[in-house]
């Protein structure tokens, strides 16, 4: 897509979003922090209504601010309970401006997730149980360098606009003139715009062959062809507004496998338009429970719309024409897709660990200038029931009475709980060679860790390396099963580029020190080693850089075991395990239980 | 809120998880119902729908933990002292579905110190918490996976012993919890702790609806029930009377299901093939089974019962290889399959 078109359709998104920000959940951004973000920003404050309030989220945000509380200092001041309304609140019938949301913690992406579907806070926190209406959109800025980081899958679920602009640069993205009066006009007529069946089984269809499994999508796709209508002074959706929807909903989202196209199920037997209504009770049967016997909520007849409704083919055929050539057909790469978004989740917790407190799990009364934190609520609460009895006993001497009578036992402190995590590492050899020999026994072996590490709630990485380099299969992640998973659809066959899979093992470990969890590496090679650093070929550099990659490894003093997966022990692959410092087992000798007694051993080690 | 949910008929598919909930519903001591699966596949609505198609409950009138008159052995400390002279047939409220939303704090879950009173009358008082109002209800988690570990500890201690003792603040009360934990998630975000697994009674796997034509009944639904929610549900209202209908009958007809020994003995069976850990499963399964039963009309709790929710009640207690649940749904059925065969 070129420059142009794309900010076009950034801009497009913009107004849609305008138009109904709490019913199309928002826009995820994806795009670095410069000129370009800036001036779609400086857009998007342009187009939103003046009285849209729009809130900035601070990361790393606590429950507090975002849900909300007790207010401590009107309730100290006032002598009973008052709630402080958090940001989700606050921002009712407003927009939600969330900066560096690919660091989202998953929980945090959790409670917006929850607003965006219910519309509501619900405060159950500090003794206080509300309820407060929370009709929000929410901007996601994502600034994630790589692949690496994304915002959380669950968030970006329930935002209509996937957006793009990492590729754009300032020249192609003109400021555009703005209509508030026509953009008013589309919010009233957004609630009846009404969208036939032709459009909602055209839609289905077009997120079957993109591969989109999540229904979520496909309902976000329809309400934007219903903004797209209402945009366009219509009430009634046509084929060009869903085929946006598709262009500006689904398309961003293809993912992996699509099913076979469908034998043209509807499109072949579709009724003439004005009697798509009724013959749709026919054509899609509801399958497992039958409709209610006399008005089946989905066919409330709306004939005269439908008269001028698309059909399901007019859809498709303006989908066609307004995709690039060939999306449909050829989909990304298997793996492209599957990672999208969950990728980033499942890190419970590396924000908290970041902080290097743990998270809370409590109170206990203690002194608070042990550098321990202060839990002013739990103190209140602990000191409260005396206070009659206190101020009775100081025997309030006529002039002003204290407000408040505190003693050292109501303190209480803030008791936090680090687990220390660990994550482990695998960097499993997938070249040719390994494949050859014992690639099955490698994938064996590590299963046997994982569920090691499925016990003892251990995150998890995978890099494998094959042909010129090292890749990484999954991020690290408490998802077990995904690692599984990527496990077995990891290919095997190429060279050895044994120091990369190193490299790439050791700088995984650091970023992982850096979050806080302790690394331990589990190295599967059977060390033939072929393709050097910066991809020379040639046996004999490829050792000497494998020897290097190993001496570097061991100078950042990371815990490891290196997995010999050759049929007969080499000598290469032992002087390697010596020189990065690693325990050294060889595989064919090796019984399931002895290997996750000594990757166990290493992890002890590291903690 | 919204005034009008979604109705439970009105949900496309699913069967197995629309299954799992009126099972716990006619049988609460079948224990709780762990719903996982993709995004977006309703598991939040079928489980706030399940709420709004059950019958109302009776209860003690001035109890404020909501006895049941008919079960005076289960009475809390004030309705024993007063049973007697105000037995009575109590009156009517909606079964509580009481939402745990993230990021609850603990004194909210358990109760606690009511800091109102405390403060301006300086007495001290309990402030009955989520649990308190879940009692004879449910108690739904959503993103169960992503609630601090020891929010979860507690709420499966309660839940198993049915009372609530809080001790803090000087403050001791104990009351009666007896509700229905339900818990949903995703497991991409994360995974329960093996060890909570198997303390919810069934565990149910959604996925989104595959083919187109099940797709558009979705959409379809969806988009009526955003449009018009009040109309949506006037329409699905013969539909919901007619389950609630078939849920008050399964009730009455619970405890007199007739469990003939054959049954006893398959369940044993299949248990033992399976290699489940300790008597929950077997005694969940039986439990489920019957109360599918009288969910059918039958007055015979059979073998076509036990295979029928063997999956849902086995499949999160395999323990051999914790990762694989494909494998463990898998293997359960492959046992079932096996032992209808025998």
């Known amino acids: ?607 | 809120m919204m005034a009008a949910h979604y109705p439970f008929t009105a949900i496309v598919g699913q069967e197995e998880m629309k299954r799992a909930l009126l099972i716990v519903a006619i049988d609460p001591a079948v224990g709780g119902v762990l719903v996982f699966g993709d995004r977006g596949t309703g598991k939040s609505t079928a489980v706030r729908a399940l709420a709004a198609l059950l019958p109302p409950m009776r209860t003690m009138a001035g109890c404020r933990w909501g006895c049941d008159p008919a079960e005076p052995q289960a009475f809390c400390a004030e309705c024993r002292g007063r049973g007697a002279t105000r037995r009575g047939r109590g009156k009517l409220v909606a079964v509580p579905m009481v939402d745990l939303p993230l990021g609850a704090t603990e004194d909210r879950v358990v109760g606690a110190l009511d800091l109102e009173r405390a403060l301006a009358h300086g007495e001290r008082a309990f402030e009955p918490g989520l649990l308190a109002r879940a009692h004879r209800g449910f108690l739904y988690i959503d993103e169960v996976n992503l609630l601090d570990d020891h929010l979860v500890d507690l709420l499966l201690d309660v839940a198993a012993s049915g009372e609530n003792v809080v001790e803090r603040e000087g403050i001791s009360v104990r009351h009666p919890a007896r509700f229905v934990l339900i818990g949903s998630g995703n497991p991409e975000e994360g995974e329960l702790r093996p060890q909570l697994l198997d303390r919810f009674g069934l565990s149910v796997e959604v996925r989104t609806p595959e083919t187109l034509a099940e797709r558009v009944t979705v959409m379809r639904r969806h988009e009526a029930f955003t449009r018009d929610p009040g109309a949506f549900a006037a329409a699905w209202a013969a539909e919901e009377a007619r389950l609630r209908d078939e849920i008050v009958a399964a009730r009455a007809r619970l405890g007199a299901i007739d469990v003939p020994e054959t049954t006893l003995e398959h369940v044993a069976r299949l248990c033992m093939r399976l290699g489940t850990d300790g008597l929950r499963g077997e005694l969940t399964l039986l439990r489920a089974a019957r109360a599918l039963a009288a969910l059918e009309g039958k007055m015979i709790c059979d073998e076509s019962h036990v295979a029928a929710v063997a999956t849902p009640a086995l499949r999160h207690r395999l323990r051999r290889n914790p990762l694989d649940e494909t494998l463990a749904t898998i293997k359960v059925e492959r046992a079932v399959a096996a032992l209808m065969a025998s």
């Open chain 1, 1 to 607: 897509m070129t420059t142009a078109a794309a900010w076009a359709d950034a801009m497009l998104a913009i107004r849609l979003f305008a138009i109904a920000p709490c019913a199309l959940g928002g826009i995820a951004l994806r795009a670095a922090a410069g000129p370009v973000r800036e001036r779609w920003l400086a857009e998007l404050r342009t187009v939103l209504p003046a009285t849209t309030r729009l809130r900035r989220m601070p990361p790393g945000i606590d429950d507090a601010r975002l849900l909300g509380g007790l207010d401590l200092v009107a309730t100290l001041a006032c002598g009973r309970p008052r709630v402080e309304r958090g940001l989700l609140a606050e921002a009712d019938l407003g927009v939600v401006l969330v900066p560096m949301a690919e660091r989202l913690p998953p929980g945090t992406a959790a409670r917006l997730s929850l607003a965006l579907d219910t519309g509501e806070v619900a405060l159950e926190r500090d003794g206080l149980a509300r309820r407060f209406p929370a009709r929000i959109g929410v901007i996601a800025l994502d600034e994630g360098a790589d692949g690496d980081e994304r915002l959380a899958a669950g968030l970006a679920d329930r935002l209509a606009f996937p957006l793009d602009l990492t590729a754009l640069s300032l020249a192609g993205t003109e400021r555009e003139p703005h209509d508030p009066r026509a953009l008013a006009a589309a919010g009233d007529i957004f609630p009846r715009v009404v969208a036939g069946e032709g459009v909602i089984t055209g839609l289905c269809e077009a997120a079957l062959r993109l591969g989109i499994v999540a229904p979520r999508a496909t309902l976000l796709a329809l309400r934007v062809a219903r903004a797209l209508a209402a945009l366009a002074g219509r009430e009634t959706v046509a084929a060009a507004d869903a085929a946006g929807a598709v262009r500006l909903v689904l398309a961003p989202r293809a993912g992996p496998a699509a099913p076979p196209a469908t034998p043209p199920p509807a499109a072949d037997t579709e009724p003439p338009p004005d009697q798509a209504e009724a013959g749709a009770g026919a054509e899609t049967p509801p399958p497992p429970p039958p409709p209610p016997d006399d008005a089946s909520p989905e066919t409330t007849p709306d004939l005269d719309q439908l008269a001028t409704s698309a059909t399901a083919e007019q859809v498709l055929a303006a989908v066609e024409a307004a995709l690039p050539a060939g999306l449909l057909a050829r989909l990304r790469p298997a793996d492209n897709g599957a990672r999208r978004g969950p990728s980033a989740a499942g890190r419970a917790g590396t924000l908290h660990c970041a902080r290097q407190r743990g998270r809370a799990i409590g109170v206990e009364s203690g002194d608070p200038r042990a550098g321990r934190r202060l839990s002013l609520i739990e103190t209140l609460r602990a000191a409260a029931p005396w206070q009659r009895l206190r101020a009775a006993a100081v025997g309030a001497p006529g002039g002003k009475r204290q407000r408040l009578f505190l003693t050292r036992d109501d303190f209480r402190v803030i008791r936090f709980h680090q687990p220390r995590q660990s994550t482990t590492i695998f960097a499993v050899d997938a070249s040719g060679s390994a494949a050859l020999h014992r690639l099955a026994e490698a994938k064996g072996a590590v299963e046997c860790l994982l569920a090691d590490c499925y016990v003892r709630r251990d995150q998890v990485a995978l890099i494998a390396f094959r042909g010129r380099e090292a890749e990484i299969l999954l991020p690290p992640t408490g998802a077990l099963a995904r690692a599984r998973r990527s496990l077995a659809a990891c290919p095997g066959g190429g060279a050895t580029p044994l120091a990369a899979g190193i490299d790439a093992a050791r700088q995984l470990a650091e970023a992982e020190r850096r979050r806080g969890r302790t690394p331990v590496l589990v190295l599967l090679t059977d060390g033939r080693a072929n393709i050097g650093r910066g991809g020379a070929t040639g046996r004999g550099v490829a050792e000497a850089d494998a020897l290097a990659a190993a001496r570097a490894l061991r100078a950042i003093r990371l815990a490891a075991l290196l997995v010999d997966t050759a049929p007969r022990p080499q000598p290469l692959t032992e002087r390697l395990a010596g020189e990065m410092g690693a325990a050294y087992l060889a595989l064919p000798h090796v019984e399931p239980e002895r290997l996750s007694a000594a990757a166990r051993a290493v992890g002890a080690g590291a903690r």
